[in-house]
């Protein structure tokens, strides 16, 4: 019991400071203490052994991927390329429909391979110039983004290539389109949904006033274009993006090692940009162009790493072991029984993909021999994962925000709303139905 709530106090503090505004690291370490000495783990083991064994696992799984990224969003810009394709964007729809704009830009780009850990890197400066335009807050991109990545297009649109939908596949037999009708249905309720909330979302920025603003780290130069024929040509500004997308999605049916896939995809993109657009990098300083474009990467991977640390120590105290025992030993209906125990494991290791395959790790056996309709289960144990994982602790959350300028504090609201309240409402009522009516 002392275990368990000490796991509870653990995150607890961590969603604290993370509105307080305290950073990943010194954050997760204080959590990781108290997870430590509240489940008797020694104190050495628990800190060089399994935090740093979760904090160097990220490097070792996503530097470079996150270097390459952050190099071709800083190509992207420099160039003028993001600038020029958010005008593009705003000839074809208008400034009264940003909003939805962006959350398109980023269901393509996520429905089409791209990892919800390197979207926000290619759309981040395009969001900037959008909502500028628009004179919109900033924290309204959170909004976009996540609704965009992290709802829909990550769990319920049949034929995501995303975590949360393949590895039902690896344990169910299922394929990645399962339930096709069901699954669409879902997921326009979830994009409605999303949609009523950002709406209203603008409109009460709108009445307070709110304006847009740049972050810190950003050279408002590079959005302040006042002679829009000295962009890129439009063709230049998208191929890149079109041909990372084409090596992704063709590349993904015959390169099994999806990380390698997007990393090389990110490299080839940034070095397109800079051919494509040669002229435009005359006179730069190159050094800074690759400290700061790589280095970006390492801002970024700081905060995931941190939090994963932490997942790693939760994961290995006894008190996990004894929920994890828990819930696996409540006798319910197979839907309610996946739906719930993806949700509970989803929200304590902060990621669905994670909670998902510990779950079926543990019941796809059960599942396998309880009669329920597989592709029906595969789809809303895809749609739970989606919900918990987002709280105030998600490791992806540290990372838009640090790529956004934004925290906890001026944007958690949106997650909250789009990518946990959302996705469980209507997880709950699909499971409810599906019982109810003996699909």
């Not at 959350?103 to 979207?119: A, H, Q």
Request: aromatic share 12%; glycine share 10%.
């Amino acid at each position: 019991m002392i275990g368990i709530i000490g796991l509870l106090l653990a995150i607890a503090i961590l969603i604290f400071g993370a509105y307080k505004g305290l950073g990943a690291l010194p954050l997760t370490l204080i959590a990781a203490l108290v997870a430590i000495v509240c489940n008797g783990i020694p104190l050495w083991e628990g800190f060089a052994t399994h935090y740093m064994a979760g904090y160097t696992g990220a490097y070792m799984s996503y530097f470079l991927l996150f270097a390459c990224s952050s190099l071709y969003a800083k190509l992207m810009d420099e160039s003028g390329c993001a600038t020029a394709i958010g005008y593009k964007f705003i000839d074809w729809f208008g400034r009264k429909n940003i909003m939805l704009v962006t959350i398109l830009i980023v269901s393509v780009l996520t429905y089409g391979g791209v990892s919800l850990f390197v979207v926000v890197y290619a759309v981040a400066p395009i969001m900037f110039l959008l909502f500028k335009e628009a004179n919109l807050p900033r924290h309204l991109t959170m909004a976009c983004l996540i609704t965009g990545s992290a709802t829909y297009t990550m769990t319920a649109l049949p034929g995501t290539p995303q975590l949360t939908n393949v590895v039902p596949t690896e344990y169910l037999g299922t394929t990645m389109t399962a339930a096709p009708v069901f699954s669409i249905v879902c997921a326009i309720a979830l994009f409605v949904l999303c949609m009523l909330y950002c709406t209203w979302a603008k409109k009460k920025a709108v009445e307070r006033g709110e304006v847009w603003t740049y972050p810190d780290n950003v050279d408002p130069a590079l959005f302040e274009v006042k002679d829009r024929s000295v962009l890129p040509p439009a063709w230049k500004a998208f191929l890149p993006i079109v041909v990372l997308l084409c090596v992704i999605i063709i590349g993904g049916k015959f390169v099994s090692d999806s990380n390698m896939l997007a990393t090389s995809a990110m490299l080839l993109g940034a070095a397109l940009t800079y051919i494509l657009n040669f002229s435009k990098f005359k006179g730069k300083d190159w050094k800074a162009l690759l400290g700061e474009g790589l280095g970006g990467g390492i801002s970024g991977i700081g905060g995931l790493a941190a939090v994963l640390a932490f997942g790693t120590v939760v994961q290995n105290s006894e008190a996990f072991q004894n929920i994890v025992d828990w819930v696996l030993g409540l006798d319910m209906d197979p839907y309610v029984r996946g739906v719930f125990a993806t949700s509970v494991f989803s929200d304590i290791t902060g990621s669905s993909s994670g909670g998902l395959r510990l779950m079926y790790q543990s019941l796809a056996d059960t599942f396998l021999n309880s009669g329920c309709d597989l592709e029906i289960l595969h789809r809303l144990t895809s749609i739970a994962a989606g919900g918990l994982d987002t709280l105030p602790h998600s490791p992806g959350l540290f990372l838009m925000f640090s790529v956004l300028g934004l925290n906890h504090k001026n944007a958690y609201r949106h997650v909250f709303a789009c990518s946990v309240f959302i996705p469980v409402v209507v997880v709950v009522v699909a499971t409810a139905l599906c019982v109810v009516l003996g699909i």
